[in-house]
């Protein structure tokens, strides 16, 4: 069965770091695109980093572009988010997800918990 699994979240200050994974189980991550999402209460689902698995090629969002980076263990099958420069307005729920080519489901985490003190 494939599992998404992130960690790493927690409690931090305003300027602070952290770094998030998201470990697959059941597929292999190298082959699939990687998303990370985040979705604070209130607000609408946010994409906020991506890496391809076509070219290895990365996308950010505006909101957290030059603060995160998005890369890849493949020897650990595992994607990071490293946050870093953390703001209060990146707290938030933050899931990985797998796009799944030719179907039309996606595989989801459970989410990690980022809070951001002011």
């Known amino acids: 069965e494939v599992q998404l699994v992130e960690s790493g979240g927690g409690l931090v200050q305003a300027g602070g770091s952290l770094r998030l994974s998201c470990a697959a189980s059941g597929l292999i991550f190298d082959d699939y695109t990687v998303k990370w999402f985040r979705q604070a209460p209130g607000k609408e689902r946010e994409g906020v980093s991506c890496?391809?698995?076509?070219?290895?090629?990365?996308y950010y969002s505006d909101s957290v572009k030059g603060r995160f980076t998005i890369a890849r263990d493949n020897a650990k099958n595992t994607v990071y988010l490293r946050m870093n420069s953390l703001k209060p307005e990146d707290t938030a729920v933050y899931y990985c997800?797998?796009?799944?080519?030719?179907?039309?489901?996606?595989?989801w985490g459970q989410g990690t918990q980022v809070t951001v003190s002011s």
């Open positions: 890496i391809y698995n076509s070219d290895g090629s990365t």
């Open positions: 997800n797998a796009p799944v080519v030719g179907a039309p489901f996606n595989y």
